[in-house]
Nanobody, 121 residues
Framework: QVQLVESGGGLVQAGGSLRLSCGIS????????MGWFRQAPGKEREFVAG????????HYPDSLKGRFAISTDNAKNTVYLQMNSLKPEDTAVYYC??????????????WGQGTQVTVSS
């Protein structure tokens, strides 16, 4: 049973930083891609970042390059999302996901419960 648990969300002022964590248990070797997504109220879920667990290759949408960074700690089975220069429009519930998607954008097999990030202006 694969379980993903996000943490690190909270309230931050615009311009600030947060680091989200996603602890993974039960991950199989075939689940080699980890992704972060977000969903704001009334909006569709949006891809934020992805990383290949084995190669370390990463991918970001152009709109977030330079502000967000995804990384892994293999020893801790944890994936991180470092978010800098946060803006009010970054406010959303952030989810981590695991799987073997056909593209960075999905589909992923397993999802965490999400962690709320609120950026105040």
């Amino acid at each position: 049973q694969v379980q993903l648990v996000e943490s690190g969300g909270g309230l931050v002022q615009a311009g600030g930083s947060l680091r989200l964590s996603c602890g993974i248990s039960g991950r199989a070797s075939s689940h080699h891609v980890m992704g972060w997504f977000r969903q704001a109220p009334g909006k569709e879920r949006e891809f934020v970042a992805g990383i290949n667990w084995y190669s370390g290759n990463t991918h970001y949408p152009d709109s977030l390059k330079g502000r967000f960074a995804i990384s892994t700690d293999n020893a801790k089975n944890t994936v991180y999302l470092q978010m800098n220069s946060l803006k009010p429009e970054d406010t959303a519930v952030y989810y981590c996901a695991a799987g073997a998607p056909s593209s960075w954008y999905g589909p992923y097999d397993y999802w965490g419960q999400g962690t709320q990030v609120t950026v105040s202006s």
